[in-house]
């Protein structure tokens, strides 16, 4: 596989930050141990880059925990980041409190394996599901790009470093046995603009359905293609990572003429257990759940108590989390 020089040095700074994580506050040398209390009001929540989803949900959210939650000297700031990766790294060095995640790759976290090996991250609690996220092929007609077997030998933006999106995409094209393309890491929004200008030939994205960046790709355009993942490379995905078989409805994009077959896995909110106390915890899970009607994404449809723990597995919750999932009988006690 080629990557570009950028994209290779962009892979090692995010490396040398995995590596600071692996004594998080408190913890020895492998990142184990009990973490230093150290909790706070004034929070500092990581979203992703701008174009995709956690971008403007992030805002959204902590406009809503800033408006709800009933603490003394609180406040919350959006921080635009590299998303997954990037925010549960930045919560184990004690950088950010809260951090919108992948549930698969929190507990890759968890378990100090993929882009976590050997940096364990144990301060991250779960604090609920938010919405279901779909790997999204996407290219223009003008590519010729009918299939993913196509993206043999292709410019591919496999997402920005610090996010799940670039894992998903080797996954996807593993799959398949395509080892020959040229990869280079961006922003959901600049490879977008690199596909529209010709500059790479298929942008390989994490978001939630429908995303209204792709949307407004295809208002622009006139020519955006979705491309579908068979049931053998599917299932190979499955067995090979926390992704599961997910169907992109056709009315989702008004440009679909069919369903697209692809996988998916869960956007979820995780916070500090040692910056984030208790209390704190509670009140930012309730008055997440219970303001979700206030968030004007097509995701807010998604955020409920029913579906809360979606995603969940072996994750850690967080015990302010756990107490309010409790208090509202959707886990037991």
Same mark, same amino acid.
């Not at 020089?5 to 692996?22: F, I, N």
């Not at 701008?50 to 921080?79: R, W």
């Not at 080797?170 to 529209?196: C, H, K, M, P, W």
């Given at each position: ?190 490879? +977008? ?31 955006? +293609? ?108």
């Amino acid at each position: 596989m080629r990557r570009t020089l950028v994209a290779v040095m962009l892979a090692a700074v995010l490396a040398l930050v995995l590596a600071a994580c692996g004594a998080p506050q408190g913890g020895d040398e492998n990142g184990n141990g009990e973490q230093e209390e150290d909790f706070q009001t004034s929070l500092q929540l990581g979203t992703g880059s701008t174009g995709g989803v956690y971008f403007p949900l992030g805002q959204e959210l902590a406009n809503i925990l800033e408006d709800n939650v009933d603490v003394e000297d609180f406040s919350v700031s959006s921080v635009e980041s590299g998303a997954s990766v990037d925010n549960l790294a930045q919560i184990a060095r004690g950088d950010m409190q809260l951090g919108l995640a992948q549930n698969n790759t929190a507990e890759e976290a968890v378990a100090g394996e993929g882009e976590f090996e050997g940096a364990a991250v144990d301060n991250a609690g779960f604090m609920g599901q938010l919405y279901p996220e779909a790997v999204q092929i996407i290219t223009l007609e003008r590519t010729g790009i009918e299939s993913v077997e196509d993206l043999e030998g292709q410019r591919i933006a496999v997402g920005p470093p610090g996010g799940a999106t670039r894992a998903a995409a080797e996954l996807v094209l593993s799959a398949y046995d395509i080892e020959d393309y040229n990869a280079t890491e961006e922003g959901f929004s600049d490879a +977008r603009a690199l596909l529209q200008d010709g500059n790479i030939d298929a942008s390989i994205e994490v978001l939630g359905v429908p995303a209204s960046s792709v949307q407004e790709l295809q208002a622009s355009t006139g020519e955006v +293609r979705l491309l579908s993942i068979d049931e053998e490379a599917v299932q190979t995905i499955e067995e090979e990572s926390g992704y599961e078989a997910y169907e992109i409805p056709q009315d989702s994009y008004d440009f679909l003429e069919e369903p697209i077959n692809t996988v998916s896995a869960f956007a979820c909110l995780f916070g500090s257990t040692n910056q984030v106390s208790e209390d704190v915890g509670y009140e930012i899970t309730k008055a997440m759940y219970e303001n979700a009607d206030q968030i004007t994404l097509a995701q807010a449809q998604f955020i409920t108590l029913d579906e809360a723990l979606t995603g969940l597995g072996d994750l850690p919750l967080h015990p302010g989390a756990e107490r309010y999932f409790q208090e509202e009988g959707v886990l037991e006690e």
